[in-house]
Nanobody, 124 residues
């Protein structure tokens, strides 16, 4: 059974930065692509970023491009999301997810395992 645990969320002012971490356990980490999604209550889940199993390919949602960076440290079984130039509209619960595939997918339906999420709140 895969377990994913997010951390690093919190309250920041607009223009600030946060670094989210997702620690994985339960199966070979470097075999699988990882993704970040976010969700606000009452709204659709939104794709944030994804990274291939080796870290060679990354992808970002349109609202995140140029501000967020996804990375992974396979030796630590951890994926990161560096968030810069944060805006109030970035406020959401951020989830990490693991796919059964090693390649990037943009749909949440392509990810089989999910963490519980970490709250990010950006004040104006």
């Amino acid at each position: 059974q895969v377990e994913l645990v997010e951390s690093g969320g919190g309250l920041v002012q607009a223009g600030g930065s946060l670094r989210l971490s997702c620690a994985a356990s339960g199966r070979t980490f470097n075999s699988y692509a990882m993704g970040w999604f976010r969700q606000v209550t009452g709204k659709e889940r939104e794709f944030v970023a994804a990274i291939s199993r080796s870290g060679g390919n990354t992808s970002y949602g349109d609202r995140m491009k140029g501000r967020f960076t996804i990375s992974r440290d396979n030796a630590k079984n951890t994926v990161y999301l560096q968030m810069n130039s944060l805006r109030p509209e970035d406020t959401a619960v951020y989830f990490c997810a693991q796919s059964d595939s090693g390649t990037i997918w943009y749909s949440g339906s392509k990810y089989q395992y999910w963490g519980q999420g970490t709250q990010v709140t950006v004040s104006s």
